[in-house]
């Protein structure tokens, strides 16, 4: 079966750092985009980044440019997102999410997802 797992969320102090990851099993991820995406309470979902496929290309949200960054391991089948400098705002369920897509922007509509994460950031 198709199936995405998250990992790596905890408790964490402001100015922390985590790092998630994101095991696949019933496909490859090489030949996937993959995204990672948060939830906070009463917040719409909202996409944090993602990795292309053809050219391997990454996006960040605004919020997260420059203390995130988005990795892939193909002979592991994993996607980490390395999170630094957290912030208490970063504090929410967090999934990753693959499509088979190929060519042209990771920003799109996905079709497999995690169970999620949570990420708390609190003094």
């Known amino acids: 079966q198709v199936q995405l797992v998250e990992s790596g969320g905890g408790l964490v102090q402001p100015g922390g750092s985590l790092r998630l990851s994101c095991a696949a099993s019933?496909?490859?991820?090489?030949?996937?985009?993959i995204g990672w995406f948060r939830q906070a309470p009463g917040k719409e979902r909202e996409g944090v980044s993602c990795?292309?496929?053809?050219?391997?290309?990454?996006n960040y949200a605004d919020s997260v440019k420059g203390r995130f960054t988005i990795s892939r391991d193909n002979a592991k089948n994993t996607v980490y997102l390395q999170m630094n400098s957290l912030k208490p705002e970063d504090t929410a369920v967090y999934y990753c999410?693959?499509?088979?897509?190929?060519?042209?922007?990771?920003?799109?509509?996905?079709?497999?997802w995690g169970q999620g994460t949570q990420v708390t950031v609190s003094s």
């Open positions: 019933g496909f490859t991820l090489d030949y996937y985009a």
């Open positions: 990795i292309s496929t053809s050219d391997g290309s990454t």
């Open positions: 999410a693959a499509t088979p897509a190929w060519g042209g922007s990771c920003v799109r509509e996905y079709d497999y």
